[in-house]
Nanobody, 124 residues
Framework: VVQLVESGGGSVQSGGSLRLSCITSGYTYVSYSMAWFRQVPGLEREGVAVIDSDGSTVYAESVKGRFTISYDNAKNTLYLEMSELKPEDTAMYYC??????????????????WGQGTQVTVSS
């Protein structure tokens, strides 16, 4: 059974940093893509960052230069390093994985495996 389990969320002040982790089990990263999405209640889920199996990355404009996505093969863990956090980064953050080729990086329908989410709250 493929599972994704996020951790690392919490409450920080504006300008602070957090590192989210997503432990994968039963999933072979080497061939596919993984991503971080976030969602605010009442709004659609939005893509934050994607990393492909070749290590290439894509970021949403709103987080470029502040967030870094990475994958540690030895630990089977996806990370999202977040710095210079802003109140508008407040959301539930989800780890996602695809067992198929992802054609549109930030389209959530491209990902068929999801974690349960971890809350990030940034206060001003």
């Amino acid at each position: 059974v493929v599972q994704l389990v996020e951790s690392g969320g919490g409450s920080v002040q504006s300008g602070g940093s957090l590192r989210l982790s997503c432990i994968t089990s039963g999933y072979t990263y080497v061939s596919y893509s993984m991503a971080w999405f976030r969602q605010v209640p009442g709004l659609e889920r939005e893509g934050v960052a994607v990393i492909d199996s070749d290590g290439s990355t894509v970021y949403a404009e709103s987080v470029k230069g502040r967030f870094t996505i990475s994958y540690d093969n030895a630990k089977n863990t996806l990370y999202l390093e977040m710095s210079e956090l802003k109140p508008e980064d407040t959301a539930m953050y989800y780890c996602a994985a695809s067992e198929y080729i992802v054609r549109v990086k930030f389209r959530e329908e491209e990902y068929n495996i999801w974690g349960q989410g971890t809350q990030v709250t940034v206060s001003s």
